[in-house]
């Protein structure tokens, strides 16, 4: 379903509407509709959108016209191209996957959750009647395993009430751990056959985060691993997907990877034995999937570090 609708082979437009100063500099000129003509140019058929909720809804829960606009322009854009659009909440009001972001009390709090059924009611209003265009992904990245059991309840009733004005859309939902493949099983069989299972690949973490300076407080980032000594290889990555495909066959759905990528830190040429193993895997079940990321953010596709190895690495997308 993914493949022949054309979610099958995208990338994410991380750092536009989300983890950013959110400068009208920022919002109008990070990303713009050439950025779209070059995803399409380079044989990408879909296009994620992270989208902070304070970029569209103010903290009483109004709207922000300027902010929905913005979106209105990238599915304006992304269809101008004959691309697919996956809109994404990223952060919403009392939870993100960044501790640093110092929202906190969302899976406690009723009030934080309307305002979350809020921006999806907004968004399935807006965008429902899109739904050959537009994909839906609930939240980005449930953290601890603490906060499953509010997680089951709220996005089940979010889905619910998406479907109240988009039937069709496709709608993604993740597990936690940060959206882990091993935690898909933990996950109740889909609301409907429209929604599909969700994870991000950034395995072996060591490899993929080395050098990562928003882990320094947590862990020792001075290390450096060669693809070779980071154990990655096509075994190894069937192997860590193999809970959410056998989850995705027991439940009757589809996969999607919402996000994946090698940080910057990472040799080029180290990144693409990477990309071409795991890519492999994707392939041979058909899993779809979204590279992290389009524009800078520490593992940009379109960065000038990557300029020597991109002809190579497009094809393995």
Known sequence: MLKERGFYRGVNLGGWLSQCDYSAERLDGFITESDFAQIAAWGFDHVRLPVDYNVIQRPDGTMIEEGLRRIDCAVSWAEAQDLRLVLDLHKTQGFSFDAGENESGFFESEQYQELFYSVWDCFAARYGSKPERVMFDLLNEVTEDRYLPAWKRISREAVRRIRRHAPETLILLGSF?????????????????RVIYNFHFYEP????????YWEAPYRDVSARYSYAESGACEKYFEDFLAPALE????????LYCGEYGVIDVVPPEEAVRWFRELHAVFE??????CLWSYKEMDFGLSDA????????????L
Request: zero cysteines; hydrophobic letters at 35%; charged letters at 35%.
């Open 247 to 254: 989850k995705a066959e027991k439940e009757g759905a589809e």
């Open 205 to 212: 973490h060591d490899f993929t985060h080395q050098g990562a």
């Open 305 to 316: 570090r990557m300029d020597a190895v991109r002809d190579e690495l497009l094809p393995l």
């Open 177 to 193: 751990r940060w959206n882990s493949a091993k935690t898909l099983p933990a996950l109740e069989a889909p609301y409907d056959e």
């Open 284 to 289: 041979r079940h058909g899993i779809a999937r």
